[in-house]
């Protein structure tokens, strides 16, 4: 057995010795949705520090918890908290909480975060339905030996955003009134925002919006087999697309104005959700 599979393994069993619970979906709360849990009926909790090994997150406004409970009557995971790239972690620690989602039993992840709009029809609040990604200026969180256990050595990359899921966001969004625009996530290593140069250079690759974290996430889930979705705020305009220059507080703000939307978009979503989750038991 391989180390990352080894400490994936003791993650799992450190879990199991506090809860039995068996999340079907799972949500990554970004930038925002801090207090989302106040949409669940909370039935445990269990921070990051609890676990032996599990990498916790340093950045301010990402406090690390695994938060269990139901949405509608469906079990649900929430990870209050991520790590990035960029805090020093290996590309598998990274990944390593979705991971071990997936080992409890979730079969739809949910991936949200705040990001750059790149895209310059985009306006700083508005919420974007993830279509596809970019991740060539992210280390692919599937290099090294394959875990065979979790997934194949080759996945197909050719749909990892679920089309019946976007059909369910899309149709959730109208039904709530919630402006959605859609468009390609670029994923870069951070920390140091983009040069206006680079965000030249995501606009003509066909980036919509820019962020520094979901998509290793999304590899290593799809990896997996999970179905996924996801939904970006745009905190603010990518550098270069506008006087201000870019900080952590901007974007921290703009996304907690439009936290009410995307808490209602995700828990009516996930109410959504429920066909999904009989249909493949
Ligand atoms: N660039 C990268 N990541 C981000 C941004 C940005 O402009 N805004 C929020 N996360």
Avoid: W
Wanted: glycine share 10%; with cysteine; proline share 6%.
């Amino acid at each position: 057995m391989g180390q990352i599979y080894e400490k994936l393994k003791k993650c799992f069993e450190d879990v199991r010795k506090r809860t039995d619970f068996e999340p079907k979906a799972a949500i990554v709360l970004g930038s925002g949705l801090g207090d989302y849990a106040e949409n669940i009926q909370v039935e445990r909790e269990i921070s990051y520090s609890e676990l032996e090994g599990f990498p916790v997150s340093t950045v301010p406004g990402h406090a690390g918890k695994f938060i269990f409970g139901y949405i509608d009557g469906i079990p649900v995971a929430c990870m209050k908290g991520r790590v990035h790239y960029y805090e020093g972690y290996p590309v598998s620690d990274v990944v390593l909480p979705i991971r071990l989602l997936g080992l409890m039993g979730t079969r739809i992840l949910f991936l949200t975060n705040a990001a750059g709009g790149v895209n310059t029809s985009f306006h700083a609040g508005d919420l974007m339905l993830i279509k596809d990604h970019i991740s060539v200026f992210a280390p692919n969180p599937l290099i090294g030996p394959n875990i065979d256990q979790l997934g194949p050595r080759f996945p197909d990359m050719s749909a990892v955003y679920d089309r019946d899921l976007q059909k369910l966001i899309i149709s959730t969004a109208k039904e709530n009134r919630i402006f959605l625009q859609q468009g390609v996530y670029a994923q870069m290593t951070g920390p140091s925002y983009e040069s206006p140069a680079e965000i030249h250079m995501l606009r003509t690759l066909g980036c919509d919006v820019v962020g520094m974290s979901t998509v290793v996430e999304a590899i290593a889930a799809n990896h997996m087999g999970m179905k996924i979705c996801g939904v970006s705020c745009i905190s603010n305009l990518a550098a270069g697309m506008s006087e201000n220059p870019l900080s952590h507080q901007e974007v921290q703000e703009a996304a907690d104005m439009a936290a009410p939307n995307f808490k209602k978009l995700v828990t009516e979503t996930v109410r959504g959700m429920k066909p999904f989750l009989s249909e493949d038991k």
